[in-house]
């Protein structure tokens, strides 16, 4: 997610072998964080549970790791500067370890602050390997293919994306779904016996990550990494340089919307399933997996249509889709609806990249400072799922979709109108 720097200068790490060790390593960077990410709608309905939360409390699960991102974002960028790419990355490992771990004293207390101090910790060290990641892997070896590298390495970013719902639902939800009859009916013993054992379902998978996150910050440690230099010094941009391009405004807007939407389709997805269809809890993470799947072929499906339809058309007309989509689930009250909530990822796969590079086409001096905005612009994963939550328990998760419906229509008008620099017409080329 950070940019590249404009001239880079890669030291040997002794020989292609190393080379090849180094790709990997960070290359498993990719697929760490988007594991982590993607048990988030796994939790939201699991702490509901085990915390007795309302919606609106279970959608700050998504505040606190988005956040972490905007908080974070700018250290992260600065470490980097100061210590290096490797440092910052062995440092980012050890908070999302850190954070990982703090899920067994979480659960011991059944304390929601907790949870949430623990999920922003894990943000903050995935907010370091983002920021790190992309501009290895484009010197990891031969810079004409560089493009191949980093598109095979955000290929484990999807499988992350897939496997963590799957494994997540299985490991740390129960399946054990009681009526507010039943739980009214327990015994203050009993109620505290049941509460306990779903909050500490999710000791183990948090432990086994953290111990699979410090290995590999050991293997950093050890792995002499090529060094990043940049060859080329430029005038720093300012904001008010910056935001005078009126696309990458537009830009930050719709990235803003856009990530607030997915975030909501996606953690609301067990609770809409439930409520919707009254598909087991466990069985809708499984579907949810799949979704994601689709998430990652569509990747590949929307850069193949890109060479017959332009980049702002095919989001808008996705977006349109994804509106559509959200209608029907809105409407029907069958699986219907769930299967229709599955196939917005799909349609949801090529919107962050395509709005960033609309966003920063024909910036020159200003590209750092405005891929930097962009990335920051993903705090509407912060500020949506709490909207969407509110919502939901004033009336019902499905009432509750209208936040991502509205959010796409704005990447719509973006992939429209929005997107075109200030001196170029606003008809479609």
Known sequence: MASVPSSTTAKSAGSIRGYTLAFALVTSLFFLWAFVHNLEPILIPHLKKACQLTDLQSALIDSAVYLGYFIMALPAGFVMKKYGYQRGIIAGLLMYAAGAFLFVPAADTRMYGFFLGALFIIASGCAFLETAANPYVTILGDPATATTRLNFSQSFNGLGAFLAPVVGGRVILSGIEHSEAELTAMSAEQLNTYLQYEADQVKMPYVVIGVVVVAVAALFMFTKL??????????????????????????????????????????????????????????????????????????????????????????????????????????MRSQIAVWAIFAVPFFESIMFATIFSLGINKLEEDTELGSSLLVMAIAGGALFPVLMGYISDQSNIKVAYIVPLLCFLVVAYYGWRGYKPENETMNYE
């Open 226 to 331: 090529p060094d990043i230099s940049e060859s080329e010094k430029k005038a720093p941009s300012t904001l008010g340089s910056v935001f005078r391009h009126r696309h990458l405004r537009w830009g930050v807007i719709a990235q803003f919307f856009y990530v607030g939407a997915q975030v909501c389709v996606t953690s609301f997805f067990i609770r809409f399933a439930k409520f919707s269809s009254d598909v087991p809890e466990k069985t809708a993470a499984e579907w949810l997996g799949w979704a994601m799947l689709g998430f990652l072929i569509g990747r590949f499906i929307g850069t193949y249509l890109m060479r017959f339809v332009s980049a702002n058309r095919l989001l808008t007309i996705y977006s349109l889709i994804s509106v559509l989509l959200l209608v029907v689930a809105m409407t």
